[in-house]
C-alpha cells in the first residue's frame, strides 16, 4: 500500500456532491476506485502469505486481509459506472454515487489495513528476538569450547545466524523513521560487524594459549561487548528499556542553548508562559556543562577564560532580561516593551557567542589530536615491542596507549556537546565507547603477543584490534568534518543511506580481502570532481528542504541519491563508509538504482500534470533514466590494473555528477509545479489506476522482494554468505 492509495480514497470521499456529472468524471471516479481495489488486493495477497508462515497469528491477520479485501471491492462497486442506466438522451448522469458507502468502506479498509501493518510489525519483532537469542545460543557454546575442530564447527554456524541477524536489523534500520534510534541501532550493528573478527581471532588465541591471562581477559571482553550490542538491538525494536528504565542521556549544551533560547524569544508573544526561575534553571544547567570544557586539562587556556568570560556575561544578560521581563508584565509601555526587545537580543547574541567558543574549543582540539595521533605510532610500537617480547617496552607503550585512550574519550565528550544533531551526538557517544573498551583489548592483545612472540594467531589478534583503533580514527575526521558543516549551516540531519554492502569484506572463512584505495596522487586527480559533487549535493538539500511534505517519493529518492553521492564526495577525500573502489562501484549501482526509482515517482507525477511544463519534466525523466543506465553499465564493467580501475572511478563521479546536475534542475521544476497545484490552479488530475498497477523492473508482485517492498518485511529466503554489516561513523 502506498501513500498515492490513501490519496486516492481522499479524492473518493471529497469528490464534489453535483446532481449530474458527466461520463468523463464517473469513468475518472471508477478509475480511482479500481485502483484502490486493485492495490488492496496486492496487498492482502502479501498479508496471507505472511498468515501462512506465522501460524500464532494466522487467525488475526486473516480476518484482517478478508476486511481489506471486502472494503476494497465494496469500494469498485460503488464506483462502477457499468452497473448504472445510462439515458441515452442525456449526455449527464443524474445519478449520485453512494457517498456515504464509500466513506463506510473507507474506513473499514484504513482499520483492517493498519491491523495487517501491526500484525506484521510484531512478526518482525519476533523474528529479531528469535534470531538473536540463537546468536546469544551459539556464543554461549563458543565460550566452553576446548578444541579447535569444535570451534570451527560451531563458529560456521554462529557466522550464517550473524548473517541472519544481520539481515533482519539492516532491514528494520532502514524502516525506522525516528532518526535517533536509526543511529543508535546503526551504531550497535556496527559493534557486531567489527565484533565478528574480534571473537574470531581472540576465541583462537585463548585456545591456542589455554593457559594465558591476558588472552582470556581478551576473548571475555569481545563476548560482553557483543552481548551489550544485541541487548541494545532488541531495546530499540521492542521500544523498551531493562526494568522500565527510561534512557534519559545528559543534555549537550547545543541542545540546552538551542532551547534556551527558545524560551526566551517566547517572550515576545506571551510574558507570562514561564517563569524566571524555570530560565535561571535552564541557564545554570547549560554553564554546569561548560565545567565540562573549563575543567578538562585538554581545553587551551584561551578557550577556558572565554567560556568563563561568557558564562559571567550570561548570568548579567538573564538578570536584566528578567528586570526587565517583570517590569513589563506590570505595565505593557511602549518603552518597556522595547527594553524587552534589546534584553532578549542581548541575551540570545550572549549565548550565540558562548555556543560559538565552545564549538571552536571543541573542534580545535579534535583537529590537533586527530592529526597528531594518526601515524599510529604507539600502535606501531606495540606490534614490534611484542614480536619482540620485549615486555618492558609493552608495558611503556601500552601506558603510553592509555594515555592516548583518555585524551580521545575526552575529545569525544566535547564534540558531543557542540555535534549539532541527536544522530551525530549518539555518533559521538558510541565513539567513545569504542576508544574506552578497544584501548584495553589491544594492551591485553599486546600483552598476550609478548608473552608468545612466536605466536602468529596472537599476532593476527593484536592486528585486528589495532585496525578497529585505527578504524574509528579514521572515522572520527568523518564526524569532525560534518560537525562542522553542521554549525556552519552547509549540511543538515542528512538521511544516511544504509543499503550499502562491504563486498568481501567477510566471506566463508571471515578472512578480508585486501582493499583497493585511491593514492594521494589519484585523490589529488580527482578533487575538483568530488568538489564539484559535494556543491551539487547541498543544492539538492536546498532544494528538498522547501518541500512541506518530506515523505513525498520524489523528494525521498532526492534526498537518498543526495546522501549517497556525498558518501562517493567523500570517498574522493580518502573518507566516510566507502573504503575501496569495490565499494565505489556498488555505491555508483544502488545511486542509479535510485534514480530510476525517482523517473518512474516523475513519471507518475507527469501523468497527474495539466501544464505547459509536462513535455519538459516527461523529457528530462526520459534523460534521467537514459543517464542512469550508463552509470550501471559503467559501475558492472569489469576492469583490470590499477590505472583502468582509476579511469572507472573517474567515469563514475563524472556520470554521478552529471546525474546530480540534472536533479539539481528537476526538482525546481516539480516543486514549481506542485506550488501551482496549491496555489489553486487545479490541473493535478487524479493518477490512472494503471500506475497504481504497475510493478518495478525486474520484480514481480509475489516475489518476497515485493512483499518486503509492500510491508517492510524482508524474506530470509536468499541470504548472501556476506556478512553486510555497515561501519558506522
Given at each position: 500500500?502506498?501513500?498515492?492509495?490513501?490519496?486516492?480514497?481522499?479524492?473518493?470521499?471529497?469528490?464534489?456532491?453535483?446532481?449530474?456529472?458527466?461520463?468523463?468524471?464517473?469513468?475518472?471516479?471508477?478509475?480511482?476506485?479500481?485502483?484502490?481495489?486493485?492495490?488492496?488486493?496486492?496487498?492482502?495477497?502479501?498479508?496471507?502469505?505472511?498468515?501462512?508462515?506465522?501460524?500464532?497469528?494466522?487467525?488475526?491477520?486473516?480476518?484482517?486481509?478478508?476486511?481489506?479485501?471486502?472494503?476494497?471491492?465494496?469500494?469498485?462497486?460503488?464506483?462502477?459506472?457499468?452497473?448504472?442506466?445510462?439515458?441515452?438522451?442525456?449526455?449527464?448522469?443524474?445519478?449520485?454515487?453512494?457517498?456515504?458507502?464509500?466513506?463506510?468502506?473507507?474506513?473499514?479498509?484504513?482499520?483492517?489495513?493498519?491491523?495487517?501493518?501491526?500484525?506484521?510489525?510484531?512478526?518482525?519483532?519476533?523474528?529479531?528476538?528469535?534470531?538473536?537469542?540463537?546468536?546469544?545460543?551459539?556464543?554461549?557454546?563458543?565460550?566452553?569450547?576446548?578444541?579447535?575442530?569444535?570451534?570451527?564447527?560451531?563458529?560456521?554456524?554462529?557466522?550464517?545466524?550473524?548473517?541472519?541477524?544481520?539481515?533482519?536489523?539492516?532491514?528494520?534500520?532502514?524502516?525506522?523513521?525516528?532518526?535517533?534510534?536509526?543511529?543508535?541501532?546503526?551504531?550497535?550493528?556496527?559493534?557486531?560487524?567489527?565484533?565478528?573478527?574480534?571473537?574470531?581471532?581472540?576465541?583462537?588465541?585463548?585456545?591456542?594459549?589455554?593457559?594465558?591471562?591476558?588472552?582470556?581477559?581478551?576473548?571475555?571482553?569481545?563476548?560482553?561487548?557483543?552481548?551489550?550490542?544485541?541487548?541494545?538491538?532488541?531495546?530499540?525494536?521492542?521500544?523498551?528499556?531493562?526494568?522500565?528504565?527510561?534512557?534519559?542521556?545528559?543534555?549537550?549544551?547545543?541542545?540546552?542553548?538551542?532551547?534556551?533560547?527558545?524560551?526566551?524569544?517566547?517572550?515576545?508573544?506571551?510574558?507570562?508562559?514561564?517563569?524566571?526561575?524555570?530560565?535561571?534553571?535552564?541557564?545554570?544547567?547549560?554553564?554546569?556543562?561548560?565545567?565540562?570544557?573549563?575543567?578538562?586539562?585538554?581545553?587551551?587556556?584561551?578557550?577556558?577564560?572565554?567560556?568563563?568570560?561568557?558564562?559571567?556575561?550570561?548570568?548579567?544578560?538573564?538578570?536584566?532580561?528578567?528586570?526587565?521581563?517583570?517590569?513589563?508584565?506590570?505595565?505593557?509601555?511602549?518603552?518597556?516593551?522595547?527594553?524587552?526587545?534589546?534584553?532578549?537580543?542581548?541575551?540570545?547574541?550572549?549565548?550565540?557567542?558562548?555556543?560559538?567558543?565552545?564549538?571552536?574549543?571543541?573542534?580545535?582540539?579534535?583537529?590537533?589530536?586527530?592529526?597528531?595521533?594518526?601515524?599510529?605510532?604507539?600502535?606501531?610500537?606495540?606490534?614490534?615491542?611484542?614480536?619482540?617480547?620485549?615486555?618492558?617496552?609493552?608495558?611503556?607503550?601500552?601506558?603510553?596507549?592509555?594515555?592516548?585512550?583518555?585524551?580521545?574519550?575526552?575529545?569525544?565528550?566535547?564534540?558531543?556537546?557542540?555535534?549539532?544533531?541527536?544522530?551525530?551526538?549518539?555518533?559521538?557517544?558510541?565513539?567513545?565507547?569504542?576508544?574506552?573498551?578497544?584501548?584495553?583489548?589491544?594492551?591485553?592483545?599486546?600483552?598476550?603477543?609478548?608473552?608468545?612472540?612466536?605466536?602468529?594467531?596472537?599476532?593476527?589478534?593484536?592486528?585486528?584490534?589495532?585496525?578497529?583503533?585505527?578504524?574509528?580514527?579514521?572515522?572520527?575526521?568523518?564526524?569532525?568534518?560534518?560537525?562542522?558543516?553542521?554549525?556552519?549551516?552547509?549540511?543538515?540531519?542528512?538521511?544516511?543511506?544504509?543499503?550499502?554492502?562491504?563486498?568481501?569484506?567477510?566471506?566463508?572463512?571471515?578472512?578480508?580481502?585486501?582493499?583497493?584505495?585511491?593514492?594521494?596522487?589519484?585523490?589529488?586527480?580527482?578533487?575538483?570532481?568530488?568538489?564539484?559533487?559535494?556543491?551539487?549535493?547541498?543544492?539538492?538539500?536546498?532544494?528538498?528542504?522547501?518541500?512541506?511534505?518530506?515523505?513525498?517519493?520524489?523528494?525521498?529518492?532526492?534526498?537518498?541519491?543526495?546522501?549517497?553521492?556525498?558518501?562517493?564526495?567523500?570517498?574522493?577525500?580518502?573518507?566516510?563508509?566507502?573504503?575501496?573502489?569495490?565499494?565505489?562501484?556498488?555505491?555508483?549501482?544502488?545511486?542509479?538504482?535510485?534514480?530510476?526509482?525517482?523517473?518512474?515517482?516523475?513519471?507518475?507525477?507527469?501523468?497527474?500534470?495539466?501544464?505547459?511544463?509536462?513535455?519538459?519534466?516527461?523529457?528530462?525523466?526520459?534523460?534521467?533514466?537514459?543517464?542512469?543506465?550508463?552509470?550501471?553499465?559503467?559501475?558492472?564493467?569489469?576492469?583490470?590494473?590499477?590505472?583502468?580501475?582509476?579511469?572507472?572511478?573517474?567515469?563514475?563521479?563524472?556520470?554521478?555528477?552529471?546525474?546530480?546536475?540534472?536533479?539539481c534542475q528537476l526538482l525546481p521544476l516539480c516543486y514549481k509545479l506542485l506550488r501551482k497545484n496549491k496555489a489553486g490552479n487545479g490541473y493535478l488530475k487524479p493518477a490512472p489506476p494503471w500506475r497504481e498497477d504497475r510493478i518495478r523492473p525486474g520484480t514481480n508482485a509475489h516475489t518476497p522482494e515485493r512483499r518486503a517492498e509492500t510491508l517492510g518485511i524482508k524474506?530470509?529466503?536468499?541470504?548472501?554468505?556476506?556478512?553486510?554489516?555497515?561501519?558506522?561513523?
Amino acid at each position: 500500500m502506498t501513500p498515492k492509495v490513501f490519496t486516492q480514497i481522499t479524492t473518493l470521499i471529497n469528490h464534489k456532491d453535483k446532481p449530474k456529472r458527466s461520463d468523463k468524471t464517473l469513468q475518472a471516479i471508477q478509475r480511482v476506485g479500481q485502483a484502490v481495489n486493485l492495490a488492496v488486493g496486492r496487498f492482502v495477497t502479501v498479508g496471507e502469505a505472511i498468515a501462512n508462515e506465522n501460524h500464532e497469528l494466522k487467525e488475526e491477520m486473516s480476518v484482517a486481509c478478508i476486511e481489506a479485501r471486502r472494503a476494497g471491492e465494496t469500494i469498485a462497486q460503488l464506483t462502477d459506472v457499468s452497473s448504472l442506466d445510462h439515458p441515452e438522451s442525456d449526455s449527464h448522469i443524474t445519478i449520485f454515487t453512494d457517498k456515504t458507502g464509500v466513506v463506510k468502506a473507507a474506513r473499514l479498509l484504513l482499520s483492517s489495513v493498519t491491523k495487517v501493518l501491526v500484525l506484521a510489525d510484531r512478526i518482525v519483532i519476533k523474528q529479531i528476538i528469535t534470531s538473536r537469542n540463537k546468536v546469544l545460543a551459539t556464543m554461549e557454546q563458543l565460550e566452553k569450547v576446548s578444541s579447535f575442530q569444535e570451534f570451527v564447527q560451531i563458529f560456521s554456524q554462529f557466522g550464517n545466524e550473524m548473517v541472519e541477524f544481520a539481515h533482519l536489523t539492516g532491514d528494520r534500520q532502514n524502516d525506522l523513521k525516528d532518526e535517533k534510534k536509526k543511529a543508535r541501532m546503526a551504531a550497535s550493528r556496527a559493534v557486531l560487524e567489527k565484533c565478528t573478527m574480534m571473537l574470531l581471532t581472540a576465541s583462537k588465541t585463548c585456545l591456542r594459549h589455554p593457559d594465558c591471562e591476558s588472552a582470556r581477559i581478551n576473548k571475555d571482553g569481545v563476548f560482553h561487548r557483543m552481548r551489550l550490542a544485541l541487548e541494545q538491538v532488541i531495546e530499540i525494536v521492542t521500544d523498551s528499556r531493562p526494568n522500565g528504565e527510561n534512557e534519559m542521556p545528559p543534555i549537550s549544551i547545543y541542545s540546552g542553548i538551542k532551547e534556551f533560547k527558545n524560551k526566551v524569544e517566547g517572550l515576545r508573544e506571551n510574558l507570562y508562559f514561564l517563569s524566571k526561575e524555570n530560565l535561571s534553571t535552564m541557564l545554570e544547567v547549560i554553564l554546569e556543562h561548560t565545567e565540562d570544557f573549563t575543567d578538562s586539562a585538554y581545553t587551551s587556556h584561551e578557550h577556558r577564560e572565554h567560556i568563563l568570560e561568557l558564562s559571567k556575561q550570561a548570568k548579567m544578560e538573564l538578570e536584566q532580561l528578567v528586570s526587565v521581563w517583570m517590569q513589563a508584565q506590570n505595565q505593557k509601555t511602549k518603552d518597556l516593551l522595547e527594553d524587552l526587545e534589546v534584553a532578549i537580543l542581548k541575551t540570545c547574541q550572549c549565548m550565540n557567542e558562548l555556543k560559538r567558543e565552545v564549538h571552536s574549543a571543541a573542534t580545535s582540539l579534535a583537529a590537533d589530536l586527530l592529526k597528531y595521533h594518526m601515524d599510529h605510532m604507539v600502535l606501531k610500537a606495540l606490534k614490534i615491542t611484542g614480536v619482540e617480547g620485549n615486555l618492558e617496552a609493552v608495558a611503556e607503550y601500552t601506558c603510553k596507549l592509555s594515555e592516548q585512550k583518555e585524551q580521545l574519550v575526552e575529545m569525544c565528550r566535547l564534540l558531543r556537546h557542540v555535534s549539532g544533531t541527536e544522530p551525530l551526538e549518539i555518533t559521538c557517544i558510541h565513539a567513545e565507547d569504542t576508544f574506552q573498551v578497544t584501548g584495553p583489548q589491544i594492551i591485553s592483545a599486546a600483552e598476550t603477543l609478548a608473552l608468545h612472540p612466536s605466536s602468529k594467531i596472537a599476532k593476527e589478534n593484536l592486528e585486528v584490534f589495532c585496525e578497529a583503533w585505527e578504524s574509528q580514527l579514521s572515522d572520527m575526521s568523518m564526524l569532525l568534518r560534518e560537525i562542522n558543516d553542521v554549525f556552519e549551516g552547509r549540511r543538515g540531519e542528512k538521511r544516511i543511506y544504509l543499503s550499502l554492502p562491504r563486498p568481501g569484506k567477510h566471506n566463508a572463512n571471515l578472512k578480508a580481502l585486501k582493499p583497493v584505495k585511491l593514492d594521494t596522487e589519484e585523490q589529488a586527480k580527482i578533487a575538483k570532481l568530488g568538489l564539484e559533487l559535494h556543491l551539487l549535493t547541498s543544492d539538492m538539500d536546498s532544494e528538498t528542504e522547501k518541500w512541506e511534505d518530506q515523505e513525498n517519493e520524489i523528494v525521498q529518492h532526492g534526498q537518498g541519491m543526495s546522501s549517497m553521492a556525498y558518501s562517493m564526495y567523500l570517498f574522493t577525500r580518502g573518507e566516510g563508509l566507502l573504503k575501496t573502489t569495490q565499494d565505489l562501484f556498488h555505491q555508483a549501482e544502488i545511486f542509479a538504482t535510485e534514480g530510476t526509482k525517482l523517473a518512474s515517482a516523475l513519471q507518475a507525477f507527469s501523468d497527474q500534470v495539466h501544464d505547459d511544463d509536462k513535455p519538459l519534466l516527461l523529457l528530462e525523466a526520459e534523460k534521467l533514466i537514459s543517464m542512469c543506465k550508463q552509470l550501471q553499465i559503467t559501475a558492472k564493467a569489469s576492469v583490470q590494473g590499477k590505472s583502468a580501475t582509476f579511469t572507472k572511478v573517474d567515469a563514475c563521479i563524472l556520470k554521478t555528477r552529471n546525474v546530480m546536475t540534472l536533479l539539481c534542475q528537476l526538482l525546481p521544476l516539480c516543486y514549481k509545479l506542485l506550488r501551482k497545484n496549491k496555489a489553486g490552479n487545479g490541473y493535478l488530475k487524479p493518477a490512472p489506476p494503471w500506475r497504481e498497477d504497475r510493478i518495478r523492473p525486474g520484480t514481480n508482485a509475489h516475489t518476497p522482494e515485493r512483499r518486503a517492498e509492500t510491508l517492510g518485511i524482508k524474506s530470509l529466503e536468499n541470504h548472501v554468505t556476506n556478512m553486510t554489516f555497515l561501519e558506522s561513523k
